[in-house]
């Protein structure tokens, strides 16, 4: 069944859509359960750290083997956005990678990527590109061959949901909706929110939750509230987190997920970024998914499709 979502244009501001950041510790990425759960809707197993998700798809255990599989088109989204009535604007970067009818992404610090980051991708075999020194290409061409080989579909566990077409901040607010009903805090809870997104933030508060906004620049909220930069201080002071798929891009979604699955908090992601990545995490500390794959509600006012994912236990297991 597809939820249709009508816009409001009302509403909050609106930073990155997919910006987030938490202050990073080092990385153990040893695998240490005898055991994972299936990622509901796929029969395949889920992953305990990104790196061994990885090293699975190498082995040719998610689908065709990654060697025979190369990246058609390379391209990178840059953009500035100022709406009405913000006291502010930001500028967003993502990677994509074009793998047969599938686009894998991940949002970048605009002005990161080397300038050859594109041609030398384009042409490329996905095994190359998961082996490759920057990590934003290492996840967007994982995002690429999953997309291509795990769409997001009812059979592949996913919830189709129709945000109308609107303005980009209309469109932000209905996006807000659909990831906010993913978060199981009754009335009067606390959300961590890591990626400050404005508009979640005014979803949360429309639902009489708390939330603590998290990014490793700091910073303020649209009102003027000041941004937590350790997201692993202020998880066990909170009811559930709600992060950005940027995390797999900078290093910290297996520490953010480490920690919350240490105190039993429920970890609900959005994704941009990694959109058919984080899915592989259902039930093994991911309690549910926001995936949205490019293109994103910020590049046209059309109509358009995102896709919820929910772990059968709740996640924190």
């Not at 967003?92 to 047969?100: A, D, H, I, Q």
């Not at 909706?177 to 400050?196: E, F, N």
């Not at 058919?276 to 293109?295: D, N, T």
Request: hydrophobic share 35%.
């Amino acid at each position: 069944m597809t939820t249709n979502l009508h816009t409001d244009a009302s509403g909050t501001s609106t930073p990155p859509p997919d910006a987030s950041h938490i202050s990073t510790p080092s990385i153990d990425t040893r695998h240490t359960s005898t055991s994972r759960p299936d990622s509901p809707g796929t029969g395949i197993p889920g992953f305990d750290t990104l790196d061994e998700l990885v090293e699975h798809a190498l082995a040719g255990g998610l689908g065709p083997d990654p060697r025979t599989r190369r990246i058609a088109v390379a391209f990178t989204t840059s953009q500035a956005v100022r709406h009405d009535g913000r006291r502010g604007g930001y500028r967003n970067e993502v990677l994509s990678l074009r793998l047969g009818r599938a686009v894998g992404s991940c949002a970048v610090e605009p002005g990161a990527l080397p300038g050859t980051t594109v041609e030398s991708c384009a042409g490329t075999d996905v095994a190359t590109l998961l082996a490759h020194p920057l990590p934003p290409v290492r996840v967007a061409a994982l995002d690429a061959y999953l997309m291509d080989v795990l769409p997001h579909t009812p059979d592949n566990g996913a919830e189709p949901v129709a945000v109308a077409a609107g303005t980009s901040l209309e469109r932000s607010r209905a996006r807000a909706t659909a990831v906010v009903d993913l978060v199981q805090v009754p009335p009067g809870g606390t959300v961590l929110l890591v990626g400050v997104v404005n508009s979640l933030i005014g979803e949360l508060r429309s639902r009489n939750l708390t939330a603590v906004p998290c990014d490793l620049k700091g910073g303020t909220t649209e009102w003027g509230e000041p941004v937590r930069t350790d997201a692993l201080g202020e998880i066990e002071h909170c009811d559930a987190v709600l992060a950005s798929g940027m995390t797999l891009g900078n290093g910290t979604f297996d520490p953010l997920r480490r920690r919350a699955r240490q105190h039993g908090t429920p970890l609900v992601m959005f994704a941009q970024t990694g959109s058919a990545v984080l899915p592989r995490f259902l039930g093994a500390g991911v309690s549910a998914v926001c995936a949205e794959p490019y293109p994103f509600f910020w590049l046209d006012g059309g109509p358009g499709t995102i896709h919820r994912y929910r772990a059968d236990d709740g996640g924190t297991s």
